[in-house]
């Protein structure tokens, strides 16, 4: 009975020194995202600061706005759109621009970086695509996107409900899934090459693969694949590979004999 209470004594004890201590440390205060209701009076403005916190929280991982890294820097985004679009001529504009550059990254892409951003539709509700870009513009111009300019979105299929956006109007159907093709087909579809080099121990953006069969077993080869942020190269961030292929639907398109396949052709390197 007297340990019984010893132990209720110095749980209370420990519990109020820990309950100290976070009040004395200092708060932060929780920040929610603006709310922007999409309508007539919605302004670019309106839309930019809502697309600066959006894109804080789902961009800036890979793109700095100066500093070349694991993308390319998009510090004069908006400037590059309204040039870009002055070159294609035919009533293309710097909104259709960024919003094809969002929704089909693989027709944009820059030199010296590889196929590894997936389609923002899969990874952005339609509102916040429309405030990434109203924000994009800043970068070196003017915001003119408002809420109600969904025209270049329609044009490029982007955040409908056909597309794989999430959040957008009903009755599209859902596309079908493109069937997944040999080891080759799968390292090239999935952007694998773009992270990763195979032949050179060069790192790209993620550690090079060269010599992987010697260094580690099928099983761990398969475990890298379905829990990719198990283990974490030095000097390398956690959460960008598992994202970037998962927006491509590789977990859904995957199966058992094509992940044993793809972990036998990498065993082979």
């Not at 979105?153 to 109007?169: L, P, Q, R």
């Not at 195979?198 to 099928?218: A, F």
């Not at 030095?234 to 004999?257: H, L, N, Q, T």
Request: hydrophobic content about 35%.
């Amino acid at each position: 009975m007297k340990n019984l209470v010893n132990i209720a004594l110095f749980t209370v004890i420990v519990s109020a020194i820990y309950t100290g201590i976070a009040q004395i440390l200092p708060q932060l205060e929780g920040k929610a995202p603006p709310k922007v209701e999409f309508g007539a009076n919605t302004s670019a403005e309106d839309l930019a600061v809502a697309g600066a916190e959006i894109y804080e929280t789902n961009c800036t991982q890979c793109h700095a706005m100066s500093e070349p890294g694991r993308c390319p820097p998009l510090g004069n985004m908006g400037a590059l759109a309204h040039d870009r679009a002055k070159e294609r001529g035919n009533g293309f504009t710097d909104v259709d621009y960024l919003v094809e550059a969002l929704c089909k990254p693989g027709d944009y892409l820059v030199d010296g970086y590889g196929n590894i951003m997936p389609p923002q539709q899969k990874a952005m509700k339609p509102g916040q695509l429309q405030a990434v870009v109203a924000y994009l513009q800043t970068l070196g111009g003017d915001a003119t996107l408002k809420g109600t300019d969904t025209a270049a979105f329609e044009k490029f299929g982007c955040g409908s409900s056909s597309s794989g956006g999430g959040g957008g109007g009903g009755g599209g159907a859902v596309a079908e899934l493109k069937p997944v093709g040999s080891p080759e087909e799968v390292w090239a579809e999935f952007g694998c090459e773009g992270c990763h080099a195979l032949d050179s121990d060069e790192p790209k953006t993620g550690p090079s693969l060269k010599g992987i069969g010697s260094r580690m077993e099928k099983w761990e080869l398969l475990d890298a694949l379905i829990n990719p942020d198990s283990v974490i190269a030095e000097g390398y961030d956690g959460g960008v590979m598992e994202g970037a292929i998962a927006a491509r639907d590789f977990y859904s398109r995957m199966s058992g004999k094509d992940y044993k396949a793809f972990v036998d052709w990498l065993s082979t390197k």
